[in-house]
T-cell receptor, first 113, second 111 residues
Framework: DVKVTQSSRYLVKRTGEKVFLECVQDMDHENMFWYRQDPGLGLRLIYFSYDVKMKEKGDIPEGYSVSREKKERFSLILESASTNQTSMYLC????????????FGQGTRLTVV | GENVEQHPSTLSVQEGDSAVIKCTYSDSASNYFPWYKQELGKGPQLIIDIRSNVGEKKDQRIAVTLNKTAKHFSLHITETQPEDSAVYFCAASMNTDKLIFGTGTRLQVFP
């Protein structure tokens, strides 16, 4: 069974903390994505990585950075967490063939207090 | 860039009735239109997709239609069941690896 696994289901952090969200996939996919999900706003792309050490900004990259040191692992970093970053974060992976299925993790609900 | 609008935001139906969710896209170059279902506590999962060279696709109780002229596509669920209750997302893509998602529809099926 193919899997995208996010390290935490729930996370509570304080304002100003540096936060790491981790994602691992076992499908040998080149592409990995981080999305943010908010009610009424759908899924918005934060960052996209198409290969190890390669990354591309999505629609809402401000306040976030990413790291892809190994093919299977993609990390989202909140350099200094703020309350407006309280949200559900979803990681996904896909093959680099265009117009193809994205496989999602179960999500991390982050609360910044 | 591409923009995808999705309606309605919430939909309540009686078990056995049909449900229809509609999406419109802005860029006529988009050629791939998947639909994802997100159950409570889980990540979205692909349930059906359609490409621009096809007008309709069906898989058991679900079907998707595409009108390229009007730039809209719809998800149809017939004979709804309680397990169809979820959030549904439409998306569009232009031969790229990135999907542009709609805002989601929360479907509730009442027994």
């Amino acid at each position: 069974d193919v899997k995208v696994t996010q390290s935490s289901r729930y996370l509570v952090k304080r304002t100003g903390e540096k936060v790491f969200l981790e994602c691992v996939q076992d499908m040998d996919h080149e592409n990995m994505f981080w999305y943010r999900q908010d009610p009424g706003l759908g899924l918005r792309l934060i960052y996209f990585s198409y290969d190890v050490k390669m990354k591309e900004k999505g629609d809402i990259p401000e306040g976030y950075s990413v790291s892809r040191e190994k093919k299977e692992r993609f990390s989202l970093i909140l350099e200094s967490a703020s309350t407006n970053q309280t949200s559900m974060y979803l990681c996904a992976s896909s093959k680099p063939t265009g117009n193809t299925e994205a496989f999602f993790g179960q999500g991390t609900r982050l609360t910044v207090v | 860039g591409e923009n995808v609008e999705q309606h309605p935001s919430t939909l309540s139906v009686q078990e056995g009735d049909s449900a229809v969710i509609k999406c419109t896209y802005s860029d006529s170059a988009s050629n791939y239109f998947p639909w994802y279902k997100q159950e409570l506590g889980k990540g979205p999962q692909l349930i059906i997709d359609i490409r621009s060279n096809v007008g309709e696709k069906k898989d058991q109780r679900i079907a998707v239609t595409l009108n390229k002229t009007a730039k809209h596509f719809s998800l149809h669920i017939t004979e709804t069941q309680p397990e169809d209750s979820a959030v549904y997302f439409c998306a569009a893509s232009m031969n790229t690896d990135k999907l542009i998602f709609g805002t989601g529809t929360r479907l509730q099926v009442f027994p």
